[in-house]
């Protein structure tokens, strides 16, 4: 994954793939700064979800932010962030069917198409007015 606006410094041997979700109602900092010569900072937003690359060693900083100030309120390992990429294995599709080895039924079930005209005729109920 290219990082766009800061690239990854080269010397950085190991780099992972990681996931950080704003579960807060406030707006978040991420920053890491235990990496020299690389800058990291984005803003999260309550409930947004930032995906990025690091080096392994990387800490996440989350400073929350409050009116005008912004405080440290956690730091995080980014190898605990770590998600793992999909291969191109496993994105090949296969159109047979899986079933789940517990309940012996068929996880992905077929989809039942109905034809023919599905439409009914509008009934309104009418209201009268009793004098």
Same mark, same amino acid.
């Given at each position: 994954? *290219?990082?766009i ?5 080269? =010397? ?11 579960a ?6 991420a920053r ?11 803003? &999260?937003?309550?409930?947004q979800?930032? &995906?990025?690359e690091?080096?392994? =060693? *990387?800490?996440l900083e ?6 005008a ?7 995080i ?6 998600i793992? =990429?999909?291969?191109s294995?496993e994105l =090949?599709?296969n159109?047979e069917?899986?079933?789940?080895p517990?309940n +012996? +039924?068929?996880?992905?079930h077929s989809?039942?198409?109905?034809t023919?005209?599905?439409? +009914? ?6 209201f009268?007015s009793i004098?």
């Amino acid at each position: 994954m *290219a990082q766009i606006l800061d690239p990854l410094p080269p =010397e950085q041997s190991r780099n992972i793939l990681c996931c950080y979700v704003n579960a807060t109602s406030k707006i978040q900092v991420a920053r890491i700064s235990n990496i020299p010569n690389w800058y990291f900072e984005r803003v &999260v937003f309550p409930g947004q979800r930032l &995906v990025f690359e690091a080096p392994s =060693e *990387a800490q996440l900083e989350i400073h929350t932010g409050m009116m005008a100030s912004a405080i440290l309120s956690d730091k995080i390992p980014c190898d605990r962030l770590a998600i793992n =990429e999909i291969s191109s294995y496993e994105l =090949e599709t296969n159109s047979e069917k899986l079933e789940d080895p517990i309940n +012996k +039924k068929p996880i992905v079930h077929s989809i039942k198409t109905k034809t023919g005209d599905t439409t +009914k005729p509008l009934t309104i109920a009418g209201f009268a007015s009793i004098d």
